[in-house]
Nanobody, 122 residues
């Protein structure tokens, strides 16, 4: 069983940085591919980034490429999202999720965290 808990969200000014963490309390974290998604008010949930089990494959949405970095530490059962050069349009609830598929489709992710709010002010 995978149980994901996000942390690290908050309020930051345009151009600032935040680091999100997502910890799993289970024992199978290293067997899952992990992804980050976000959902802004009135919008659909969208893919942000994903990482394979051993970090050999990373993929980013075009909107965050060059600004965000996904990483994981399997010894700590944690996946991270380093967000730099934040923009107001990055404001959303950010979710981490786990899947066994090679995909950026949210409906292919089986386990989800509760989400953490990121707000970027102008």
């Amino acid at each position: 069983q995978v149980q994901l808990v996000e942390s690290g969200g908050g309020l930051v000014q345009t151009g600032g940085s935040l680091r999100l963490s997502c910890a799993d309390s289970g024992r199978t974290f290293s067997t899952y591919k992990m992804g980050w998604f976000r959902q802004a008010p009135g919008k659909e949930r969208e893919f942000v980034a994903r990482i394979s089990q051993r970090s050999s494959t990373l993929e980013y949405a075009d909107s965050v490429k060059g600004r965000f970095t996904i990483s994981r530490d399997n010894a700590k059962n944690t996946v991270y999202l380093q967000m730099n050069s934040l923009k107001p349009e990055d404001t959303a609830v950010y979710y981490c999720a786990a899947t066994t598929s090679i995909t950026r489709e949210a409906n292919r992710y089986v386990y989800w965290g509760q989400g953490t709010q990121v707000t970027v002010s102008t």
